[in-house]
DNA sequence: CAAGCGATAGTCAACGTTGAATAAAAAGTA
DNA sequence: TACTTTTTATTCAACGTTGACTATCGCTTG
């Protein structure tokens, strides 16, 4: 994906020079794994492939004790004419958002109204945890005082405030979906609910919420003092 | 990626005995390739990885004349099961939803206040137009005559109905922020402005919205009569 | 009637992604 | 002090994705 490969190509010039583990810790530091599911190993990949590609350049090889070799990268004059490219040619065009659930809600005539309905209230319910914690933490960087700065930049937060009224309209959607699958509205086969017992089954299968402590970790860097 | 298998496992459930090329044409018709991102490649490859992980059965390989062989599938107890499993597991669960535009947005600080603003409207404006297809395909669905029936099922249509809700908050955000670039609140840099010819430029090189026919043509299945 | 084009039906090599493995130092803990 | 865990730093084989390719049939169009 171009993803990956802009976000690399973007933290090398910001930070260089660096080797690969630091780009991974600022990607990490962005909470990348989970918005743009970007994964270490794609990211060593990705350096190197944008180097044998002449975007990149190595800088040095330091070995420091008998600990891995590092090596350190700089972007070239040709990774800079890529990146301001690709940068506008992603950012002035558009391209769909695939949102896998609706790959799933594609079929979800298979679960009968019943437990559309309540699957649906489910989501709604997570959702709304979500939200919650996403407006916590702009709570705490608009507050943060101003001189320290809490590090989180403005369009970084303008970006969170757009995923936070999205989740809003989505949990509303699915609030006003549940009672139209009940009302049959939807025509979803009524044959094929399912018993209380079997969404209690499914529901205990499911993957709780991100653990709060994980975002908050994330957040420490910019508002270590505030607590 | 999981949503190729389930949507490719739940459409030879749904269409069996079918061969890949039907599977592709219905994924076709459905616009998948835009909104799941899935290609005719990985279609074949997934029957494939299917069959041999024991969730599809080849029902026959018949050939007609010269032409390639056409291989048909049906699925299996064990696909039956693994489709009720990853089903639910992806409807009562939730997971991170990428925007690759957010990607890119995470370096729009390089961009400058002017140029920033000059591309949010830009998307503004773009995103609306889609808005508006959205709208006029929900307007035919909804007043398909009922005994024909508009063969947009309802739950369908509430997705749709959904993501159109989600582009007017877009463009709403789009349009707050690019005050808020200009006005100078999102510490962009301010050196790094670039012309009216440079954005000129870019804009030129932006690929244009997906043909309206493009759009029609996946409509026509359900419509045909209504014009 | 030949040429051209789209639809039919699928294969495959090249490429990107990813989980797992490696291995040593530093930090925590009993 | 001895033990375990975490952090540092990267490699790699296995797997999935994709664009490009093959090849035939049927339909139109000049």
Redesign the pocket.
């Known amino acids: ?5 802009l976000l690399i190509l973007g933290l090398v010039r910001w930070l260089q020079p660096v ?7 600022e990607l990490t530091s962005w909470n990348a794994e989970d918005w743009a ?13 944008l180097t044998t ?1 002449g975007c990149l350049e190595v800088v040095s ?1 330091e070995q ?9 990268y700089r972007v070239t004059a040709k990774g800079e004419t890529e990146f301001q490219q690709v940068l506008r040619e992603k950012l002035w065009g558009i391209e769909p958002v695939v949102d896998p659930f609706f790959v799933a809600w594609s079929f979800a005539p298979v679960l009968g109204p019943r437990e559309a309905a309540a699957m649906l209230r489910n989501r709604a319910a997570l959702i709304t945890a979500q939200m919650r914690q996403n407006l916590a933490w702009l709570d705490v960087a608009d507050s943060g005082d101003p001189t320290a700065g809490s590090f989180i930049p403005g369009h970084v937060q303008e970006a969170m405030r757009l995923a936070t009224d999205a989740m809003r309209l989505t949990v509303d959607w699915c609030e006003r979906v549940a009672v139209r699958a009940e009302n049959g509205e939807l025509g979803f086969d009524d044959e094929r609910g399912y018993s209380e017992e079997t969404i209690e089954h499914w529901r205990r299968h499911i993957r709780t919420l991100p653990d709060p402590a994980t975002l908050r970790s994330s957040l420490r860097r910019g508002v270590d003092e505030g607590e």
């Open positions: 994906m171009w993803t990956t490969r080797h690969g583990y630091d780009v991974l810790k599911k970007i994964k270490p190993g794609s990211v060593y990949h990705g350096l190197k492939k590609d090889t420091v004790d008998k600990r891995p070799a590092r090596t350190s």
